[in-house]
């Protein structure tokens, strides 16, 4: 049975927003981690800055994008559990 637009309209914003959160909390807050370790140090806010070492820039995009995924994963795993509740269906696309 084909699902309604307007539902994947709705789950692809929840995931979008969840990504976007994701993003946020996860650069907030390994920016005060960097300072904790990095004594006082802001972490790399431009991949291109030749005056930063380039280990620090791949380790804070490696790092960010790890942490942010992972939150991602969480965040969109819980919006499904709360979709199927309200919903007594599964979020639109997901197959059991």
Same mark, same amino acid.
């Given at each position: 049975? &084909?699902?309604? !637009? &307007?539902?994947? @309209?709705?789950?692809?914003? =929840? /995931? =979008? #927003?969840?990504?976007?959160? &994701?993003?946020?909390?996860?650069?907030?807050?390994? /920016?005060? #981690?960097?300072?904790?370790? !990095?004594?006082? *140090?802001?972490?790399?806010? +431009?991949?291109? +800055?030749?005056?930063?070492?380039? =280990? +620090? !820039? =791949?380790?804070?995009?490696?790092?960010? %994008?790890?942490?942010?995924?992972? @939150?991602?994963?969480? %965040? /969109?795993?819980?919006? *499904?559990?709360?979709?199927? &509740?309200? /919903? +007594?269906?599964?979020?639109? %696309?997901?197959?059991?």
């Amino acid at each position: 049975m &084909a699902e309604p !637009a &307007a539902e994947k @309209i709705v789950w692809k914003a =929840v /995931t =979008v #927003a969840v990504g976007m959160v &994701a993003g946020a909390v996860a650069e907030r807050v390994l /920016t005060g #981690a960097w300072r904790a370790l !990095a004594s006082g *140090a802001n972490p790399p806010s +431009d991949a291109g +800055d030749r005056r930063r070492p380039v =280990v +620090d !820039a =791949v380790v804070w995009g490696a790092t960010v %994008g790890a942490v942010a995924g992972a @939150i991602r994963v969480g %965040g /969109t795993r819980s919006a *499904a559990r709360a979709w199927e &509740a309200a /919903t +007594d269906n599964l979020p639109p %696309g997901t197959r059991r």
